[in-house]
């Protein structure tokens, strides 16, 4: 897996994750959006750890600075 997520897109993924998880857990957001909520959450701090977003593929999309 060749790295295509920058520092930027990282730390607005993690930052959409924990409201994500805050809202599902201050019972702002319930039922099956909630579920789907963490689900995203999870993947996007996954991404984030990987530096590697599978979406980003196929589009030959990258957020990485050029080096």
């Known amino acids: 897996m ?13 930052i959409l994750a ?13 039922g099956t959006a909630g579920i789907v909520l963490i689900v995203l959450a999870g993947v996007f701090v ?3 750890l990987v530096s590697f977003c599978p979406l980003y593929a196929p589009f030959g999309l990258s957020t990485c600075k050029v080096e």
């Open 2 to 14: 060749k790295k295509n997520m920058g520092s930027a897109d990282k730390i607005i993924r993690f």
């Open 18 to 30: 924990a409201i994500f998880v805050a809202l599902y857990f201050t019972g702002t957001v319930t």
């Open 46 to 48: 996954l991404t984030s």
